[in-house]
C-alpha cells in the first residue's frame, strides 16, 4: 500500500500529463499556474480547488491603503493571511498529486471560506436562531468541523461539493445587486460572473472532457481555471468589500475605483471611501 506522501497517492489526477516536463513535478503548468502568486485583498473568496491569487496580489495594497484606518485588525489579518495557505497547499498537491497534498489543498480552501464567512457574511442574512457575529463563528466552525470529517469519506467528490459553494456566492451577489442602484456596481459584478463562467468551464471540460483534450494534445484547461478564476476573485473581492462596507461602515459612502485609471485597458479594481453615506 503506497503512503498518503507517496506521489500520484491522491484520488484525483487532472488531465495534464505526469512528470513530462520535470521529473519533480507531476503536473507542471497546473503547478506552475497556480504559484503565480498566493496575496489577495479581504473577500469571502468562494472559489475552490486552491485558487491561483496572481492578480489580486496587485489588489492587497490598495485596499488596504483605503481600508487599513477602517477596519479591525481581525478583519485585516485574515484578509492578508487567508489565501497563502491554500496557495501553497495546491502547488503541492499539483506538483506531488499525493493523498495527502490533495487533502491539505481542499481542505485549507474550505477553512479560508469558512473564516471569510465567518467574518464578512452579511448580518442581515443570519439564520433567524443566530443573535451575533459570535454565534454564527460558533455555526460556521461547527459545520466547517463536520465537513472536514465528511471530506476523508470520498475525497475524490470534495471538489465539486466546493464548487457548489460558488453559486451560494452568486446568489448572495444577485441579492444585494437587487438593493444597488450604482451601475459601476452591476458592471463589476457581470464581468466577475463571465470570468467565473470561464473559469468553470475550464474545469468542468478538463474534468470531464479529458480524452478529447489528450487526443489533441491539449489537456491544459485545469491551467486555465486556476487564472481565470483568479481574474473573477479580482472583481469578487472589491464587491465583497463594497457590500460589507455598506452594512459596517455606515458612516461612509463605498465608492468603487480602478488602478491606475478607468481608461486603461487593463485595470485593478479597488474600494474607495468616501463621506457622507449616501444609500446605495
Not at 113 to 134: E, G, M, N, T
Not at 210 to 231: D, E, K, M, R, T
Request: with cysteine.
Amino acid at each position: 500500500m503506497p503512503s498518503i506522501f507517496s506521489y500520484q497517492s491522491a484520488e484525483v489526477d487532472w488531465c495534464e500529463g505526469n512528470f513530462e516536463r520535470s521529473p519533480v513535478i507531476a503536473e507542471y503548468y497546473n503547478t506552475v499556474s497556480q504559484g503565480t502568486g498566493w496575496g489577495h485583498p479581504a473577500a469571502a473568496s468562494g472559489t475552490p480547488d486552491g485558487t491561483t491569487f496572481f492578480p489580486l496580489l496587485l489588489l492587497t495594497p490598495l485596499n488596504s491603503l483605503v481600508l487599513e484606518g477602517c477596519w479591525d485588525g481581525e478583519r485585516l489579518l485574515s484578509s492578508r493571511a487567508g489565501p497563502i495557505t491554500p496557495g501553497i497547499f495546491s502547488m503541492y498537491f499539483h506538483m506531488t498529486l499525493s493523498y495527502v497534498g490533495q487533502l491539505l489543498d481542499e481542505l485549507s480552501i474550505l477553512w479560508s471560506l469558512a473564516v471569510a464567512y465567518s467574518f464578512w457574511y452579511p448580518k442581515v442574512y443570519f439564520p433567524r436562531f443566530i443573535k451575533s457575529r459570535k454565534h454564527f463563528f460558533w455555526l460556521s466552525g461547527v459545520t466547517t468541523i463536520i465537513s472536514t470529517l465528511m471530506s476523508f469519506i470520498k475525497p475524490a467528490i470534495n471538489a465539486y461539493a466546493l464548487n457548489c459553494i460558488a453559486f451560494h456566492l452568486l446568489y448572495l451577489t444577485w441579492r444585494e445587486l437587487k438593493k444597488c442602484q450604482d451601475r459601476r456596481v452591476h458592471r463589476m459584478a457581470a464581468v466577475m460572473v463571465m470570468w467565473w463562467v470561464l473559469a468553470i468551464s475550464s474545469w468542468i471540460s478538463d474534468r470531464w472532457l479529458c480524452g478529447l483534450w489528450q487526443a489533441i494534445n491539449f489537456p491544459y484547461f485545469h491551467s486555465f481555471w486556476h487564472v481565470l478564476i483568479a481574474l473573477s476573485l479580482l472583481y469578487l473581492c472589491p464587491l465583497v468589500i463594497y457590500f460589507d462596507v455598506n452594512y459596517e461602515m455606515p458612516a461612509f459612502r463605498p465608492k468603487l475605483s480602478y488602478w491606475p485609471s478607468d481608461s486603461w485597458p487593463v485595470v485593478v479594481p479597488y474600494i474607495a471611501l468616501e463621506e457622507p453615506h449616501k444609500q446605495c
